[in-house]
Every structure is written in structure tokens, then in C-alpha cells.
């Protein structure tokens, strides 16, 4: 049957004014890849109140005032472990409000008041979904707020307080922006093959510097490739980290794009090093890139083994955003000011 001619030209009417949904994490220099630290808040523990404070400067930039917020949520630390579901008793307030990291008010209630908004996620039990290690991009646990919240600017305050009668771990660490005037590195991921396969990165991570790219007990005399790359999300179209397992490489994962490959020979002890010299250009601080080893490997399946993967951030490292908590208890009084740093959040809007 037709559509009726009435409902037709009512959904053209609505059509233009339909906004289209928005998405985007705050700190946006991180969507992409994984942070540089890692925090216990706000998923790690039951009992416990915490506030953090995004700056207009660590928002998605098409986050913008009127815009309603819809959905929030933190995702799990980059490193190798399998996240178990948790259930985890909270509530989240949103505000928007005007003073900057400078102006974190050591009183929870002082920082909610300076703004508008309030309790958009009501109190409830959240199961924190299990999740293996995935990528920046797919391992939030997304809260869909109640109420949403019309975004007014210029900042964005959040605070999730979690309830319990004592302190229960549920073995969940968020990815975090940790603000500093170097740079730094970590691993995440794991190796395959039967040799250890270590992957490391020593230097000064500023630019104008030269950091180096290391594989420490390898497979003897074997040929290597150094992969550098700028995503661990997403090789061309391919989702990261992606299982090799299928073209026989069994347990085999790779964590980032390899956008460029450089080639060695790996030692009699199995070690491998790349120089990598880093511009002196300011444009550089805060990137990110990954790096990982792969050998020519006959005693692994496929004939090939791989390093985990190895994130480095270039400093200084900016997160203009500040945090307040209390641990043990979520008492609603006053707590700890940490600035310059902050969890990785995703945000929808329309």
C-alpha cells in the first residue's frame, strides 16, 4: 500500500530539522589511540564519587553550545587483559560550567553549582559489558543518559558516584590522558611465538630528539620489519587489532597500521633496534603513533611472530582537563584535586 501523501510530506517537513548525531572523544588527540595512563575511576571500584572536569579545549570539536547530550562513557585501559563483566551501582550528573582546571573546587558541590545541568544517569546497576582488549575506538562502556544534556559551554564537568556497602574491585582500569612535559611509552597487546619477543622503547619522546625501537629476544639471526603506525584503530578499512590467526599466523595479532616498514636483521641474541629520529617541529607534541616487530620465524606457525605492541605519545603531553575524588567512600564533601589529566571519554549528541 502507498504511503500516505500526508505522512510523506509530514516527514519531508521534519526532515531539515532533524539533527544528525555527533560523536567524539574528549581528549580528542587520543580517539585514535590509546592513552598514555591509566586510572582505577570511574568503572574500577564500587563506593567511591568522582568528578572530572573537560575543558573546552579536550572537547570534540563539533560539540558545540545547544547541542544535547546523549550518551557517555569511559573505556577500558590499553593493556593485555580480558576485562570480566562487572555490575557496578551508579549515577551520573553532567553540567556545563565555566571555570577551567585553574578553578577546581576541592567541594564536589562547588563545581556542580557553578554551572547548569544535573543528574542525567539515573542511579541504577550498570553491567560493565566483558571485553577483551579491542581498540580505542570499540571498548567504551557507554552509559544513555535519562535526561540529556543541553550542552551550554564552554566547559564540562561529569561526576559519577558509585554505591556499595564496601570497596569491591571490578577489575576495570580506564584509558586516561596524563598530562606532562615529556612524552612517554607503554605496552599493550601481547606477542606470539615461542620466543619472548619483547618489544621496548628507550629515549627522550620530545621532538628534536632520537628515540629508539627495540626487540629484545627474538628469534636468532632472523630477518624483522620495525612497523610504524599513526592508527591503532583501523588499518585501512580493516578494524584493529586484527587476528592473524586466518592466514595461518595462530595467536598472531596486529595492533596497529603499518604505515611504514622497516627492515633489519635481528642479532644472535635475538635483539633488534631502530633509530628513529624525531623533527624538531612543535607540531609534533601530543602525537601518537604504535609500533611493533615482525620476524621471519620457522619455528612459529605460519612461519612468522610478532612482537606486542608498543604506543608512544610525544611530549608535551596537554590534557587540559582536571579531576576531584574520594575513594572508599562517596561521601558528598570534599576530595583530591588532580589537574592536568583526565579519562578518555566518547560522547554522543544532537
Not at 117 to 146: Q, S
Not at 225 to 246: D, H, K, N, R, T
Amino acid at each position: 500500500m502507498p504511503m500516505p501523501r500526508l505522512l510523506v510530506a509530514s516527514l519531508l517537513a521534519l526532515a531539515p530539522t532533524m539533527a544528525a548525531q555527533g560523536v567524539g572523544a574528549a581528549f580528542p588527540m587520543f580517539e585514535n589511540s590509546w592513552g598514555n595512563s591509566c586510572n582505577l575511576l570511574p568503572y574500577g571500584q564500587t563506593l567511591h564519587r568522582w568528578q572530572q572536569l573537560y575543558e573546552a579545549a579536550a572537547l570534540p570539536v563539533g560539540l558545540t553550545p545547544g547541542k544535547q547530550i546523549r550518551t557517555v562513557g569511559w573505556r577500558r585501559c590499553g593493556d593485555a587483559a580480558n576485562y570480566p563483566s562487572a555490575p557496578i551501582d551508579i549515577e551520573v550528573g553532567v553540567y556545563s560550567v565555566p571555570f577551567a582546571q585553574a578553578g577546581m573546587s576541592a567541594t564536589f558541590a562547588t563545581n556542580r553549582t557553578a554551572g547548569t545541568g544535573g543528574v542525567a544517569f539515573t542511579r541504577k546497576v550498570y553491567n560493565l559489558p566483558a571485553m577483551p582488549l579491542g581498540n580505542p575506538t570499540n571498548t567504551y562502556a557507554r552509559l544513555p543518559l535519562d535526561t540529556p544534556h543541553v550542552f551550554a559551554g564552554p566547559n564540562l564537568l561529569v561526576e559519577v558516584v558509585a554505591f556499595g556497602a564496601t570497596v569491591v574491585s571490578t577489575n576495570w582500569r580506564a584509558d586516561m590522558c596524563s598530562g606532562t612535559t615529556g612524552g612517554g611509552a607503554g605496552t599493550f597487546g601481547t606477542k606470539c611465538g615461542p620466543t619472548t619477543n619483547t618489544i621496548n622503547s628507550t629515549g627522550t619522546y620530545l621532538p628534536g630528539n632520537t628515540i629508539t625501537i627495540t626487540e629484545a629476544s627474538g628469534p636468532v639471526n632472523a630477518a624483522a620489519v620495525a612497523m610504524i603506525g599513526f592508527s591503532q584503530a583501523a588499518l585501512g578499512p580493516i578494524p584493529l587489532p586484527y587476528a592473524l590467526g586466518g592466514l595461518g599466523f595462530t595467536g598472531c595479532n596486529l595492533y596497529q597500521s603499518a604505515d611504514v616498514g622497516i627492515g633489519s636483521t635481528l642479532s644472535a641474541a635475538g635483539g633488534g633496534s631502530l633509530p628513529l629520529p624525531l623533527p624538531a617541529n612543535p607540531a609534533l607534541n601530543g602525537v601518537s603513533f604504535g609500533a611493533q616487530w615482525v620476524n621471519l620465524d620457522p619455528a612459529s606457525p605460519g612461519g612468522a611472530s610478532f612482537t606486542a605492541g608498543r604506543r608512544i605519545t610525544l611530549g608535551p603531553i596537554p590534557c587540559p582537563g582536571a579531576y576531584l575524588y574520594r575513594l572508599s567512600d562517596n561521601l558528598d564533601t570534599t576530595g583530591s584535586v588532580f589537574t592536568n589529566r583526565g579519562q578518555v571519554m566518547i560522547l554522543t549528541w544532537q
